[in-house]
């Protein structure tokens, strides 16, 4: 047993599962690199055997990350596994994280083997990925609903055949905190060589209960608790990283160990890949949302006047409000605005993209008083997503709107090189907007999410856009920032369908029966 929690985040494998949150390979670096700064034990970059874009992707962050160990998720398969180990080859730490279910409801249906062969699988998978790597995980998967015997003698012959870390996955969110602590600990217990190993825990938040179950387990014997920053992740998503670490900071004399995270970092983190993603953070989210430290009630703010400690059980400035004001302008030259990214881990990959990002702040000071952090991550972010090639580009727009007449807006698009303009109506200028330019695309898909987003405070804030369109069971999201919401709209609209025209497929883990 140790006195340090190890952090396993999984933003970008299971974060990115969620639908419409997959991510560009120069993107996953970026949160990859905030995840290091912010000291994350083990950063799982992805499922090499997806597609080529996945393993780029983990073999980029293999290849750049040195302070994080990266992992590579890899089923209980030979391809998956050399897959993993030929993306790893560069890491300077390395992991290759191996799984098959445990549960009676996933062999019968699902793999349709029997519980022997079962084993007899996942020990060959272990030996083959410890011949490539020398830590190597291996998962229960849906051990919520496993027989803890069966799981017993699994986890008793991985840990035999070499697996170092092993992972009791609530994959269906299923569990409650009691019971899930009790497989934890009859686990530890009962398993002779369970010393041997480190015990890990990955909640899904079907019920809501992620958290509370990663933490029941933590008390329980788990020292490695496998989250997101932000929840992000399949169906309800996972275990919020931020939940995690700052509950057992902030009730160290409860769980008695502490992480090695740099808890400063945290907020930033979780609006990089809010911005990355289009998923808004709710404002009453614990620890990252906007409401997290704010205080409206007058008793509230009385307590808080008097002593901070009668409502606030964390200081904001330890998990990084009130920490990344800036003051940039439009008098702010190149040095300033490059320092300011670097400050921010922000590396454009030539001068051509430098160059880029600083016309575009510039623009944006010209129309803004003051750039904060929120709007640099918001403009690099533009400037790295307009280097897929764009096929349509909004060239011009105007909009009317006016109480008791029907909005219309007036569009012209450069497509392929060429000029079309379209005029439409619509119950609202988004609405009108986005009729207007599918008169010009005609693209067939169908919009499943609006979102609009204020970057920062003020009526002069940036407002950014995700639309999420669907076509053909594709689904993208495309994102758009501007401090005139229409034409954040636009962009929005016009980048997802970028990224639908531009044609780059990714294979979902899902479809494959992770």
Known sequence: MTDQL?????????????PGASMTKDEKIRIAKALERMRVDVIEAGFAIASPGDFEAVKAIADTIKDSRVCSLARARDADIDRA?????????GRIHTFIATSPIHMKYKLKMEPDAVIEAAVHAVKRARAQCDDVEFSCEDAGRSDIDFMCRIVEQVIKAGARTINIPDTVGYTIP??????????????PNASQAVFSVHCHNDLGLAVANSLAAVRAGARQVECTINGLGERAGNAALEEIVMAVKTRRDL?????RIDTREIVSTSRLVSGITGFPVQPNKAIVGANAFAHESGIHQDGVLKHRETYEIMRAEDVGWNTNRMVLGKHSGRAAFKARLEELGIA???EQEFQAAFERFKDL???????????????????????????????FI???????STPQASVRLRVDGREESAVAEGSGPVD??????????ASGTSLQLYSVNAITSGTDSQGEVTVRLEQGGRIVNGQGADVDIIVASAKAYLDALNILAAGVKRAHPQIEGV
């Open 348 to 350: 454009l990959g030539s």
């Open 178 to 191: 009691e019971q899930y602590a009790h497989i934890i600990s009859q686990l530890v217990t009962r398993i």
């Open 85 to 93: 180990g030929e993306a790893l080859k560069g890491a300077a730490a």
């Open 6 to 18: 190890i952090i396993f985040d999984t933003t970008l494998r299971d974060g990115e599962q969620s």
């Open 255 to 259: 769980f008695g160990i502490d992480t």
């Open 365 to 395: 000071a010209d129309k803004k008083h003051e750039i904060f952090d929120e709007d640099l991550q918001a403009l690099v972010t533009d400037v790295e997503r307009a280097q897929v090639e764009e096929s349509y580009a909004l060239d």
């Open 432 to 441: 009108a907007t986005f009729k207007a330019i599918e008169k010009i695309a």
């Open 398 to 404: 105007e909009v009317h709107s006016r109480s008791g």
